[in-house]
């Protein structure tokens, strides 16, 4: 048992078979995205007792291994299902840090709220990432533009077919070590604008983290794969074709005169943790920032009279990445590719560099993990 400021006990069970120090370092030559596991899971278990009252117990780190499960747990049927991604850090002290991990915690709870799981306190959210971190640390990569990334998820395992929310619950956390997201340098992506397919509804679950939204999306990224592109755009149709964001990603984009926009939350859009840090920090280099509806006939205007000067998409996996290229049914919209002095590039340096150290962090998003 580990006692933790929480007050929560995390009984580990650690593998008899742990990865060899060999094995670990070929995958952290070349991690890619989402491959290779590290090994160990937290694990934290939810019921409801007989008068009713849901409480969780049993956290706990295993060996990382397959997930027994009753056929009928809710989850495979109904996809009552909400995750979380964040990254932990290796500083150049040797030390293990991630980014705004609290924020992380609260929009999972209002997902869990939208997909009637249960709340998880904060505390023990960034707590079951400071256990797992602190058994696999070996598993942090330290290579530039490299993480460990996490991966909380809540699933409902009770076995019922009846519709109604799950009695039965659990949380986990996996792990993985992560290479740059997209592969190779960066380079900016061209994305597949979707007009057949929307990835939320408004009163939907768009700006809930649950798995739902991202089968609803594969569709429209097969369509994007088949015309060259890895990502998708998905607008509001029934609001003047307003842009909402990526599958994965919210968007941003900058005009000539300095105006950095994004679409507002109008409840379809992700809270995305990356969205809120660039405006925080485009605002403090005295940028304009608008949260507002954008058209993408407003998008269209301003590449025809040069006043778009770049767009880019944001998320925790992929940091900030430029978008070279908005591919449609009816021809591509250009942006030019952006340089070291661009917005996307110098606010992505400054964001890696606050998340690994080497940049100071005076907004104190910062916390220790190992
Ligand atoms: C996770 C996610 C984002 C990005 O959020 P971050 O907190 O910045 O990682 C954006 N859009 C969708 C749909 C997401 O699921």
């Given at each position: 048992?580990t006692q ?6 995390f ?6 078979n742990p990865t060899t120090?060999e094995r ?5 030559e ?6 290779y596991?590290?090994d ?8 409801i ?7 969780w117990?049993?956290?706990r780190i295993?060996?990382?291994g397959?997930?027994?499960?009753d056929?009928?747990?809710?989850v495979l049927h ?6 979380e991604?964040l ?6 002290d040797?030390?293990v840090?991630?980014f705004?991990?609290?924020?992380n915690a609260h929009?999972?709870?209002?997902s869990?709220?939208r997909l ?5 306190p904060?505390?023990?959210?960034v707590e079951?990432?400071?256990?797992l971190?602190?058994v696999d640390?070996e598993w942090?990569?330290n ?7 996490l ?5 409902a395992?009770?076995a019922?077919?009846?519709?109604r929310?799950?009695?039965e619950?659990?949380y ?5 070590p992560a290479?740059n997201y997209?592969g ?9 604008l979707s ?5 939320a509804?408004h009163?939907?679950t ?8 991202y ?16 990502q998708?755009?998905?607008?509001d149709p029934?609001?003047?074709n307003?842009v909402?964001?990526l599958?994965g ?5 900058v ?11 109008n409840?379809?859009?992700l809270h995305?943790?990356t969205?809120d840090?660039?405006?925080?920090l485009?605002?403090?280099?005295g940028?304009?920032v608008?949260e507002?509806?954008i ?5 269209r205007?301003?590449v025809a009279?040069?006043t778009?000067a770049?767009v ?10 430029p ?12 942006s030019?590719e ?5 917005v996307?590039?110098s606010i992505?340096?400054?964001?890696l ?5 080497a940049v100071?962090d005076?907004?104190?998003w910062?916390?220790r993990?190992a």
């Amino acid at each position: 048992m580990t006692q933790n400021a929480v007050g929560v006990d995390f009984a580990q069970r650690l593998t008899d078979n742990p990865t060899t120090a060999e094995r670990r370092a070929a995958i952290l030559e070349d991690p890619g995205f989402g491959n290779y596991f590290t090994d160990h899971t937290a694990v934290i278990d939810w019921t409801i007792d007989a008068e009713g009252r849901g409480g969780w117990h049993q956290a706990r780190i295993e060996p990382y291994g397959p997930i027994a499960m009753d056929p009928a747990a809710a989850v495979l049927h109904y996809g009552q299902e909400i995750f979380e991604g964040l990254k932990a850090y290796r500083h150049a002290d040797g030390s293990v840090w991630t980014f705004r991990p609290e924020a992380n915690a609260h929009r999972f709870n209002r997902s869990a709220k939208r997909l009637a799981l249960p709340e998880l306190p904060p505390e023990l959210f960034v707590e079951s990432l400071r256990q797992l971190v602190s058994v696999d640390r070996e598993w942090v990569p330290n290579g530039e533009g490299e993480a460990l990334y996490l991966r909380p998820f809540m699933i409902a395992t009770e076995a019922f077919l009846g519709v109604r929310p799950a009695r039965e619950v659990s949380y986990r956390v996996i792990a993985s070590p992560a290479g740059n997201y997209f592969g190779g340098a960066l380079k900016p992506v061209s994305i597949w604008l979707s007009e057949h397919y929307a990835r939320a509804g408004h009163g939907g679950t768009g700006e809930a983290k649950c798995g739902g939204n991202y089968a609803a999306s594969l569709a429209a990224q097969l369509e994007a794969e088949a015309h060259g592109c890895k990502q998708v755009l998905f607008l509001d149709p029934y609001n003047d074709n307003a842009v909402e964001e990526l599958g994965g990603m919210n968007i941003f984009f900058v005009f000539t005169d300095g105006r950095v926009v994004t679409p507002a939350l109008n409840g379809n859009i992700l809270h995305g943790v990356t969205r809120d840090s660039v405006l925080q920090l485009a605002s403090d280099r005295g940028l304009s920032v608008e949260e507002r509806k954008i058209t993408i006939d407003e998008w269209r205007a301003s590449v025809a009279d040069g006043t778009l000067a770049e767009v880019f998409a944001c998320g925790t996996a992929a940091v900030i990445t430029p978008i070279g290229e908005l591919k449609t049914a009816e021809g591509s919209l250009v942006s030019p590719e952006p340089g070291p002095e661009s917005v996307a590039m110098s606010i992505r340096e400054q964001l890696l560099g606050i998340q690994t150290g080497a940049v100071e962090d005076f907004h104190g998003w910062l916390t220790r993990l190992a």
